[in-house]
């Protein structure tokens, strides 16, 4: 059963069709092409006020509205879904939760109109999930930050003004890092290029050097806190993809089904088919359990209780059933749904990075076991019961 969604949710998905009601679809179709989304478009979505009232709830109070946003931004363009996700839920999520001098508190003000657009910078060249790994560090200066480095697989560098940059404070320990804001148009700073993608084409991905001296409150929060702060972040990217892949699970099995019902195939339509039939039916039943599952750990973050574990469970059980619902799909459709005349073939490519971006697999799979390593008194002790009681009859 489908939860209805409340007023305001309702108010909120029309201010984000609205901001997207006046973009060319030609011209949509050529971000993918171009492999560049154009900052307009963030900051239309800006002057719309997207962002801020996605945020005016707070962070877990606006929860609704991130999943709200994910699904309709997913379903007019991926690209611009993981963009926007990055700017408001990262970089605008670091500078609400921790933007404290006067010139933090403006650069908020200039994200939430979209005249200001980040992106963050975690990965390197010679490393991954691993943040630890780190090799960028910021040497403090009497002018400020020393900020030497670069930044791998940065989404949307092309449309950004701001990177969110973690680094390792020189001196100390590889976990003590922390955050920077890094203007791109800082001397010292180089957008070296970007890479071609097997999916979500209309979001760039670019490699960005660094060696710049950055004023005082380019620091973010505290040094050596940069871990915990990162990880807070990524919790809710996590959600947002995870709303962003059942939004394209679901327009997968929707076009599916409707190719299932006209085509006929001997004396009948595909769907008469039990293998196909019951294809579908399992991806259905998939689908709503795992939209459940994001109501449930959403209702759970608005409520004020914790969701790290269940976030990254969530996207772990998610990543896994679209992938399957998207490749069952582009299956039904055979032949066309290999080609580019039909969306099943971008779906399927664009889905495979949330097994590796937000968090890889086998990250959050550790993350998750780390739950299994406590001890539980009840059962605990149930077993110590049962092993007691482990003896042969007479």
Not at 248 to 270: E, K, S
Request: hydrophobic share 45%; aromatic share 6%; proline share 5%.
């Amino acid at each position: 059963m489908t939860v209805p969604a409340t007023a305001t949710e309702l108010d909120y998905r029309g201010l984000v069709r609205g901001a997207l009601a006046d973009v060319d679809p030609q011209r949509r179709r050529g971000w993918a092409v171009d492999g560049h989304l154009p900052r307009e478009v963030l900051t239309t979505l800006a002057a719309h006020g997207v962002f801020r009232e996605r945020w005016a709830p707070g962070a877990t109070g606006g929860l609704p509205r991130l999943v709200a946003m994910a699904e309709e931004l997913s379903e007019f363009d991926s690209g611009l879904a993981l963009a926007a996700m990055g700017h408001s839920e990262v970089f605008i999520g670091a500078l609400s939760w921790l933007g404290a001098d006067a010139a933090q508190r403006e650069l908020l003000d200039e994200a939430f109109a979209g005249r200001a657009v980040g992106c963050f910078g975690a990965t390197e060249p010679q490393g991954g999930s691993d943040l630890a790994g780190i090799r960028s560090t910021a040497t403090q200066e009497p002018e400020g930050w020393r900020l030497v480095g670069r930044k791998r697989y940065v989404s949307n560098l092309g449309a950004a003004t701001h990177l969110l940059a973690v680094a390792r404070v020189a001196g100390s320990g590889p976990r003590d890092l922390a955050l920077f804001l890094v203007p791109l148009d800082s001397p010292g700073v180089r957008v070296e290029g970007f890479f071609d993608t097997a999916g979500l084409r209309s979001c760039d991905v670019g490699e960005v050097a660094f060696d710049t001296l950055l004023p005082p409150h380019a620091l973010l929060g505290a040094p050596g806190m940069g871990l915990a702060y990162a990880s807070r972040l990524l919790q809710f990217e996590r959600l947002s993809i995870c709303a962003q892949l059942l939004t394209a699970g679901r327009m997968a099995l929707g076009l599916a089904a409707a190719h299932a019902r006209r085509r006929i195939v001997g004396d009948g339509p595909l769907l008469d088919k039990q293998a196909v039939r019951h294809r579908l039916a399992h991806a259905h039943a998939r689908l709503g359990v795992a939209g459940a599952a994001l109501r449930d750990t959403v209702a759970r973050g608005t409520a004020g209780e914790g969701f790290a574990h269940e976030v990254a469970a969530l996207k772990l059980v998610v990543c896994d059933i679209v992938e399957r619902v998207t490749d069952d799909c582009l299956q039904v459709f055979g032949a066309r749904g290999y080609t580019t005349n039909y969306p099943l073939e971008g779906w399927w490519r664009d889905v495979r990075l949330a097994r590796i971006g937000g968090g890889a697999d086998e990250v959050l799979t550790e993350l998750v076991a780390s739950r299994l390593l406590r001890p539980d008194p009840r059962f605990d002790a149930e077993l110590e019961r049962l092993t007691a009681a482990d003896t042969p009859h007479p």
